[in-house]
């Protein structure tokens, strides 16, 4: 049975940083890209970041480009999201997932390329 599991959420003032971590169990990790997505109150689920299957390829959302940096280390079958800058509009849940093809060259950003998601971890910047 696959597990994903996301850890690291808080409340943090506005400019502050955060990290959040994401362990897997049950599947071959170092096969397949992860990504991370959030989803504020009223909002679609929308895409963060993404990473490759080996670490070498990361791509972001705009809005976080820059500010969030994703990492991962495959001997721990864990994945990172490093928020720093953070900003009232990244409140949201923050969830990890795990792409449904493994070996992508590239990470992708669709929610749809993604099987496996974690339960969520509440992230909250205040001013």
């Known amino acids: 049975q696959v597990q994903l599991v996301e850890s690291g959420g808080g409340l943090v003032q506005a400019g502050g940083s955060l990290r959040l971590s994401c362990t897997a169990s049950g599947l071959t990790f170092s096969r397949y890209g992860m990504g991370w997505f959030r989803q504020a109150p009223g909002k679609e689920r929308e895409f963060v970041a993404a990473i490759s299957w080996t670490g070498g390829t990361t791509i972001y959302a705009d809005s976080v480009q820059g500010r969030f940096s994703n990492s991962r280390d495959n001997a721990k079958m864990t994945v990172y999201l490093e928020m720093n800058s953070l900003k009232p509009e990244d409140t949201a849940v923050y969830y990890c997932?795990?792409?449904?093809?493994?070996?992508?060259?590239?990470?992708?950003?669709?929610?749809?390329?993604?099987?496996?998601w974690g339960q969520g971890t509440q992230v909250t910047v205040f001013s």
């Open positions: 997932a795990a792409d449904k093809t493994g070996w992508r060259t590239r990470p992708v950003k669709s929610l749809y390329e993604y099987t496996y």
